[in-house]
């Protein structure tokens, strides 16, 4: 369970039971969090989540690969611009989601060791991993197209590439 409470710097409290045995301690520094034995600079954690953003906007841009992944996923203009009155909840969703892939990125980086290789090695391992493998379901049983998940996963993947090479050069 966690409780957020502000005293001029966010500070987080963590309620766990002890037998349980994998969080051991918490600590909260400015900018930095200690957690499963893990230093995570949360300045590059939002760094991180900051590119996956402007990464997104870019790939998905209509000049870029936004027609054919409106094309592919069946999204006609005329819901696009339904869609556009309520953009900033989806982007502030977004975000936010960004922002936990991030710090979870950061994590397991951590627990397995700094750098910047290393790091390029567990973000490719987890979107091979986790995120190509869970999202071929939307192919195999949503009947998307391929090219979708193709186009989708091109973006994941050099997002995965670029949020480690961030997270790897600050941890």
Do not use: E, Q
Request: hydrophobic share 60%; proline share 2%.
């Amino acid at each position: 369970m966690c409780f957020l409470g502000f005293n001029g710097v966010l500070k987080v409290y963590f309620i766990y039971f002890r037998n349980l045995g994998f969080i051991n301690s918490y600590k909260a520094d400015f900018g930095v969090v200690y957690l499963f034995g893990v230093t995570v600079n949360m300045w590059a954690v939002l760094v991180a989540a900051i590119a996956w953003m402007v990464m997104a906007a870019i790939w998905y841009a209509p000049p870029v690969f936004g027609k054919a992944w409106m094309r592919l996923g069946g999204i006609h203009s005329k819901d696009a611009a339904k869609v556009k009155k309520n953009m900033w909840l989806r982007w502030l969703i977004g975000f936010g989601s960004s922002l936990v892939l991030s710090y979870a990125l950061a994590v397991f980086i951590g627990l397995i060791g700094g750098g910047v290789m290393t790091a390029i090695y567990v973000g490719l391992f987890l979107w091979l991993g986790l995120v190509a493998t869970l999202t071929l379901g939307s192919v195999l049983w949503d009947m998307k197209p391929f090219g979708l998940y193709v186009l989708n996963n091109g973006f994941n993947v050099l997002g995965f590439l670029v949020m480690s090479i961030i997270l790897g050069a600050w941890i």
